[in-house]
């Protein structure tokens, strides 16, 4: 079974503090992505990958960098975390192929206190 | 730019009932697919339907079908004799074939089924 794994579930965080969401993908997808989910915003693109280095800016990704030093593995850091980052953070993958949807991580649901 | 729309923050349905969730949706590109999933409470996203833009019939999957108007740029998700397990959260999605295939999600609906 196709599988998108974020290493957490739960994180709790103080300000301040650097912060690293894991993503891993066992399916040799291209793409990645990095979501966060926030009521009545629904899902909006912080970054994402279509190659391994290869990082581009999504919608909102200020406060957030990126690293994909392999094909498998999209991380998702917050340099110096603060509240209003607290949020569900989603990670999906896919290919290039029409009618190919995400899959996606199970997600990682961060409080910055 | 906002891409996709859904106008319904909730909705309440009975069981049994059939229930129309909107979403439109804004592309001048030719090719683009649609795609509609489900978020219960546990919080997974599950894909249900897709629809590519050259497609000339709706989309079906067991009691899902995609209500598709071109023209007018509408995606609209039809469940049929809803069951209480559908209630959950419900996005549609325009996958963008010439950027990289991002995925532009709307705000979502909350569906509630009533018993």
């Known amino acids: 079974d196709v599988k998108v794994t974020q290493s957490s579930r739960y994180l709790v965080k103080r300000t301040g503090e650097k912060v690293f969401l894991e993503c891993v993908q066992d399916?040799?997808?291209?793409?990645m992505f990095w979501y966060r989910q926030d009521p009545g915003l629904g899902l909006r693109l912080i970054y994402f990958?279509?190659?391994?280095?290869?990082?581009e800016k999504g919608d909102i990704p200020e406060g957030y960098s990126v690293s994909r030093e392999k094909k498998e593995r999209f991380s998702l850091i917050l340099e110096s975390a603060s509240t209003n980052q607290t949020s569900m953070y989603l990670c999906?993958?896919?290919?290039?192929?029409?009618?190919?949807?995400?899959?996606f991580g199970s997600g990682t649901r961060l409080t910055v206190v | 730019a906002q891409k996709i729309t859904q106008t319904q923050p909730g909705m309440f349905v009975q069981e049994k009932e059939a229930v129309t969730l909107d979403c439109t949706y804004d592309?001048?590109?030719?090719?683009?697919?649609l795609f509609w999933y489900k978020q219960p409470s546990s919080g997974e996203m599950i894909f249900l339907i897709y629809q590519g833009s050259y497609d000339q019939q709706n989309a079906t999957e067991g009691r899902y079908s995609l209500n598709f108007q071109k023209a007018r740029k509408s995606a609209n998700l039809v469940i049929s004799a809803s069951q209480l397990g559908d209630s959950a959260m419900y996005f549609c999605?325009?996958?963008?074939?010439?950027?990289?295939?991002?995925?532009?999600f709307g705000s979502g609906t909350k569906l509630n089924v009533k018993p």
């Open positions: 999605a325009m996958r963008d074939f010439y950027n990289f295939n991002k995925f532009y």
């Open positions: 990958s279509y190659d391994v280095k290869m990082k």
């Open positions: 999906a993958s896919t290919i290039p192929q029409g009618g190919y949807g995400y899959t």
């Open positions: 592309t001048s590109d030719p090719s683009y697919g």
């Open positions: 399916m040799d997808h291209e793409n």
